[in-house]
């Protein structure tokens, strides 16, 4: 596939196997509007189609990842302020298809969180399978200190990962966390001091992208469908798993690999 375009505050670029999405509105802290939002799903979705594509990074422009939202642009005062009802019209399209797709698809996805990952912003480090974190980075859920309730996902993903009681901190109380504080709650992969954080994300999106595709593609199907199945639900689609990963390539030079004594060669097929 070569349908890749950056869109206003998405740079979209494509580096071998890796794909590269920057959130790009520094002046903002990179907050995401709607035109960003649509491109985020529009791309994700068709790299989780692309065969070329093994793994994504995202990350954000300049000290901070992501501010959350911008409702400040589109609650201003004057003609373009939207009519009583557009969130409950909008988010389903938006908001609330990112943070699915990005949970589901089989593509693995690294995100790189410096400054502050705050609101969506931190929903998009929470949904991505690996989140480097610098040490000094600023994780915080704001939704009730501005006065309405969590979205994109929040209240599914932060008890899962932290349980209730901690969610209720975050949520309930808007207590921020650090990048080590996130680490040791369990809400993302590692911290790191700052200057490194990019480099260590792309490291990990280099593993990922080298490994064997589909069978990472199908656990991390397996992992996500397993919050909500039963143990016999799961060992179905284990099973599922497991014959469409036994028949791929890489499997073959899995083997091959274990035999020779040798590290595996992963073309991704």
Same mark, same amino acid.
């Not at 093994?54 to 009519?83: Q, T, W």
């Not at 709650?185 to 595709?213: F, I, K, M, N, S």
């Given at each position: 596939?070569?349908?890749?375009?950056?869109?206003?505050?998405?740079?979209?670029?494509?580096?071998? %196997?890796?794909?590269?999405?920057?959130?790009?509105?520094?002046?903002?802290?990179?907050?995401?509007?709607? !035109?960003?939002?649509?491109?985020?799903?529009?791309?994700?979705?068709?790299?989780?189609?692309?065969?070329?594509?093994?793994?994504?990074?995202?990350?954000?422009?300049?000290?901070?990842?992501?501010?959350?939202?911008?409702?400040?642009?589109?609650?201003?005062?004057?003609?373009?302020?939207?009519? !009583?009802?557009? !969130? &409950?019209?909008?988010?389903?399209?938006?908001?609330?298809?990112?943070?699915?797709?990005?949970?589901?698809? &089989?593509?693995?996805?690294?995100?790189?969180?410096?400054?502050? %990952?705050?609101?969506?912003?931190? &929903?998009?480090?929470? %949904?991505?399978?690996?989140?480097?974190?610098?040490?000094?980075?600023?994780?915080?859920?704001?939704?009730?200190?501005?006065?309405?309730?969590?979205?994109?996902?929040?209240?599914?993903?932060? #008890?899962?990962? !932290?349980?209730?009681?901690?969610?209720?901190?975050?949520?309930?109380?808007?207590?921020?966390?650090?990048?080590?504080?996130?680490?040791?709650?369990?809400?993302?992969?590692?911290?790191?001091?700052?200057?490194?954080?990019?480099?260590?994300? %792309?490291?990990?999106?280099?593993?990922?992208?080298?490994? #064997?595709?589909?069978?990472?593609?199908l656990t991390k199907w397996l992992l996500h469908a397993g919050y909500d199945a039963s143990l016999e639900q799961q060992l179905r689609a284990e099973a599922f798993g497991l014959e469409l990963?036994?028949?791929?390539?890489?499997?073959?030079?899995?083997?091959?690999?274990?035999?020779?004594?040798?590290?595996?060669?992963?073309?991704?097929?």
């Amino acid at each position: 596939m070569s349908g890749y375009q950056s869109a206003e505050g998405l740079r979209v670029s494509l580096d071998g %196997a890796v794909l590269r999405l920057v959130l790009d509105r520094p002046e903002k802290r990179n907050a995401i509007d709607d !035109v960003m939002m649509a491109a985020l799903v529009e791309t994700i979705d068709l790299a989780g189609r692309d065969e070329q594509v093994r793994a994504i990074v995202l990350a954000g422009e300049g000290e901070h990842f992501c501010g959350g939202a911008d409702i400040v642009a589109r609650n201003a005062e004057g003609e373009g302020r939207p009519r !009583v009802g557009s !969130v &409950q019209r909008r988010v389903p399209s938006l908001a609330h298809r990112l943070i699915p797709l990005m949970l589901t698809v &089989q593509t693995p996805i690294v995100c790189a969180v410096r400054g502050w %990952a705050a609101g969506i912003g931190l &929903q998009l480090a929470l %949904a991505a399978d690996f989140t480097i974190v610098a040490e000094d980075a600023t994780l915080w859920e704001p939704f009730l200190t501005r006065g309405f309730t969590p979205d994109s996902g929040a209240t599914w993903l932060v #008890p899962r990962l !932290v349980g209730l009681v901690r969610a209720r901190e975050l949520l309930l109380l808007g207590r921020r966390l650090d990048g080590r504080e996130a680490v040791e709650w369990g809400l993302v992969h590692a911290a790191v001091p700052d200057p490194q954080v990019q480099d260590t994300a %792309a490291r990990l999106a280099d593993e990922l992208a080298a490994g #064997p595709t589909v069978a990472l593609g199908l656990t991390k199907w397996l992992l996500h469908a397993g919050y909500d199945a039963s143990l016999e639900q799961q060992l179905r689609a284990e099973a599922f798993g497991l014959e469409l990963s036994s028949r791929s390539e890489d499997f073959r030079e899995g083997l091959q690999a274990f035999r020779e004594k040798r590290p595996p060669r992963f073309g991704g097929r």
